[in-house]
Structure formats: structure tokens, C-alpha cells
């Protein structure tokens, strides 16, 4: 019943934009710090980008900073990444994840995330 759904993904031309969305369902985000991830063929899983409970605080990685914004509507039970700037690189499998009752900020490795997403597929190609 615990759930996490991507959407919002497809294929974009070189600095395009696209807003991706992860809904929860079966449970509430108010007390969770969000992660986004990409997996590219081949390659392993990175974070991309997090956001506290709160949202008050927010990482990115270097190769997206200034690029993506991460942001949440917790009455809406929804998680945001909007992508600008788009560029071939950024093609991959990117996915939303939880980081159950966390309240101390967040992180970009996999480890500590609890629940995930199918996630969505972002092709950046002209």
C-alpha cells in the first residue's frame, strides 16, 4: 500500500526543461526527507538531489547544481524536481525516494533511503 509514483519524465531536446513529480500514496511525507536519484545504462545510482522534511534545507550534486531545483508541497503529499538546462548527460532513469521519519537533514547516497519509486525515464536528445 506504501507507495511512491514518478511521472513527468519523456524526451526533451538539449536545454529544454521538464518538472518531475513523485506522489506518495499510503502514507504521508510530513516526517520524510525526499532524495531524487538517475541511473544512466550501465552506471550506478546517484543522487541528484534531496530536500528535508521541511524543506528547508536542500543539496544538489555539483553536476546539476544550478541546473535542478528540488522542492515539496507536503499538503499535496507531493515531491518536485525541476530540470532546466538540459543536457545529454543528464539522460537517465530518475527516481524519487524516501527517507523515512528523518529529521536531520539529508543526503545524497542510496543507503539510508527507504522506499523508491519505479521512476521515470528523462531523455535528453536532440
Known amino acids: 500500500q506504501l507507495q511512491l509514483v514518478e511521472s513527468g519524465g519523456g524526451l526533451v531536446q538539449p536545454g529544454g526543461s521538464l518538472r518531475l513529480s513523485c506522489a506518495a500514496s499510503?502514507?504521508?511525507?510530513?516526517?520524510?526527507?525526499i532524495g531524487w536519484f538517475r541511473q544512466a545504462p550501465g552506471k550506478e545510482r546517484e543522487g541528484v538531489s534531496c530536500?528535508?522534511?521541511?524543506?528547508?534545507?536542500?543539496n544538489y550534486a555539483d553536476s546539476v547544481k544550478g541546473r535542478f531545483t528540488i522542492s515539496r508541497d507536503n499538503a499535496k503529499n507531493t515531491v518536485y524536481l525541476q530540470l532546466n538546462s538540459l543536457k545529454p548527460e543528464d539522460t537517465a532513469v530518475y527516481y524519487c525516494?524516501?527517507?523515512?521519519?528523518?529529521?536531520?537533514?539529508?543526503?545524497?547516497?542510496?543507503?539510508?533511503?527507504?522506499?523508491w519509486g519505479q521512476g521515470t525515464q528523462v531523455t535528453v536528445s536532440s
Open positions: 525516494a524516501v527517507r523515512r521519519l528523518a529529521l536531520r537533514g539529508c543526503g545524497l547516497s542510496t543507503g539510508p533511503y527507504d522506499l
Open positions: 499510503g502514507f504521508t511525507l510530513n516526517d520524510d526527507a
Open positions: 530536500i528535508t522534511h521541511s524543506g528547508g534545507s536542500t
